[in-house]
């Protein structure tokens, strides 16, 4: 007996990689003095998963922060109302971001008077199945130049070997990854070598 009370679902906001803040109104209590609000949300409209129960005695908005979420996936979630009957709202959708690729700049080697091997780490893809490392690089942080891309679907170390540079010359370099999203390693430097002149002896007899 009772009229039941009246809730709608409002979009999601705060969307992250991982977490994701639910939204609804409760438009009407009914005929009940008090009303329990909550959620109930899933990777399909069967809705596995419920929030927390929170009572209240007014109408208005109402709101839930998710985490630990799966990145680059389509949720379903719906608000809900129980009071002298249950309502629910309609089925609303949200997708989380996408993760981006993770890299490190690793050291220099094989430093020369016009030469060097710049190195760096893939840690991570992210959610993408491949992704594309190179190295900006350039006399300051402003990095005017970069290597070519060079696509991959594994973690780990990469390399590109730099030529004809400038003898007793510091350079700066990182290491770029893009996937779904660009990542980029930390600054760092290296100095050519100084170089070695060339000297003519004549011998007069």
Same mark, same amino acid.
């Given at each position: 007996?009772?009229?039941?009370? @009246?809730? =709608? ?8 990689? !991982? !977490?994701? +803040?639910? /939204? ?9 003095? /008090?009303?329990?609000?909550?959620? *109930? %949300? ?6 596995? $998963? ?8 007014? =109408?208005?908005?109402?709101?839930? #922060? ?7 996936? &389509?949720y379903h979630f719906r608000a809900k109302a129980v009071g002298h009957g249950t309502s ?7 997708? &989380?971001?996408?993760?981006?690729? @993770? ?5 220099? #080697?094989?430093?020369?008077?016009? $030469? ?6 893939? &840690?991570?893809?992210?959610?993408? *199945? ?6 900006? %690089?350039?006399?300051?942080? /402003? ?10 679907? @594994? &973690? ?11 003898? /007793?010359? =510091?350079?700066?370099?990182? @290491?770029?990854a893009v996937g779904h999203g660009t990542s980029y390693g930390s600054d ?5 070598? +100084? ?6 002896? !004549?011998?007069?007899?």
């Amino acid at each position: 007996p009772g009229t039941p009370p @009246a809730v =709608t679902t409002d979009n999601a906001t705060g969307i992250t990689t !991982s !977490s994701a +803040i639910l /939204n609804a109104t409760l438009t009407n209590k009914g005929t009940a003095d /008090n009303v329990t609000v909550s959620f *109930e %949300w899933g990777l399909t409209d069967n809705y596995t $998963s419920t929030t927390p129960p929170v009572s209240t005695n007014v =109408t208005g908005p109402f709101s839930f #922060t998710l985490s630990s979420l799966s990145p680059n996936t &389509t949720y379903h979630f719906r608000a809900k109302a129980v009071g002298h009957g249950t309502s629910y709202g309609l089925d609303g959708t949200f997708t &989380t971001l996408p993760l981006p690729p @993770a890299v490190t700049t690793d050291n220099a #080697t094989s430093i020369t008077y016009n $030469s060097v091997t710049l190195n760096g780490t893939l &840690t991570g893809k992210g959610t993408a *199945e491949n992704v594309t490392v190179s190295f900006q %690089w350039g006399l300051s942080v /402003n990095y005017t130049d970069e290597t070519p891309p060079v696509s991959t679907n @594994a &973690t780990g170390p990469f390399s590109f070997t730099l030529s004809s540079l400038s003898s /007793n010359t =510091t350079y700066h370099f990182r @290491a770029k990854a893009v996937g779904h999203g660009t990542s980029y390693g930390s600054d760092k430097t290296f100095t050519t070598a +100084i170089g070695r002149a060339n000297v003519n002896i !004549s011998v007069v007899l």
